[in-house]
């Protein structure tokens, strides 16, 4: 059993005109890319093993990130099921020239632990320590909950 903290994952970048649109603010596919990135990095943590993103849930676009901002993506495990993972992840802008921070963006990435050949693998359970931890892993059950609904009504 592993804690939420073993597998936290922080990366940072600048925002470059390259992941801009023509009004200077960055791509929300740029985004998204980042996102999964870190989600990924952080399922791999927890699961030690390969993994793939089957879902992404929810993502909401709070502010634009401006060229110039350092972006920085945080992503942390709510809960693990069999073989499965939810991950919230969080976009954070901010304009290191002023201090200002905000959050830009966030969403859950479902990620499947991967044996060597392809086929999905138990996963270490998550221990949910905190009431913060408590409360993310229960609305992951929730949200569980609502993805197997609405697969089975379709």
């Not at 870190?38 to 993502?59: D, F, K, M, P, Q």
Request: charged fraction near 25%; proline fraction near 3%.
């Amino acid at each position: 059993m592993k804690k939420s903290l073993d597998s936290y994952t922080e990366s940072s970048t600048l925002a470059m005109p390259a992941h801009a649109n023509t009004i200077g603010t960055i791509f929300g596919g740029y985004l998204l890319n980042l996102m999964d990135e870190t989600s990924a990095i952080c399922a791999r943590r927890h699961s030690e093993a390969r993994v793939t993103t089957v879902s992404v849930e929810s993502v909401t676009f709070f502010k634009p990130i401006q060229v110039g901002h350092v972006i920085t993506v945080t992503a942390v495990l709510c809960r693990t099921f069999t073989t499965s993972m939810d991950v919230e992840v969080e976009v954070w802008a901010s304009n290191t020239y002023n201090g200002d921070k905000f959050l830009a963006a966030n969403g859950f990435f479902i990620i499947v632990g991967m044996t060597k050949d392809h086929k999905p693998c138990k996963l270490p359970e998550l221990h949910a320590e905190t009431p913060e931890e408590l409360k993310r892993w229960e609305q992951a059950g929730t949200r569980r909950k609502a993805r197997k609904e609405r697969r089975e009504n379709n």
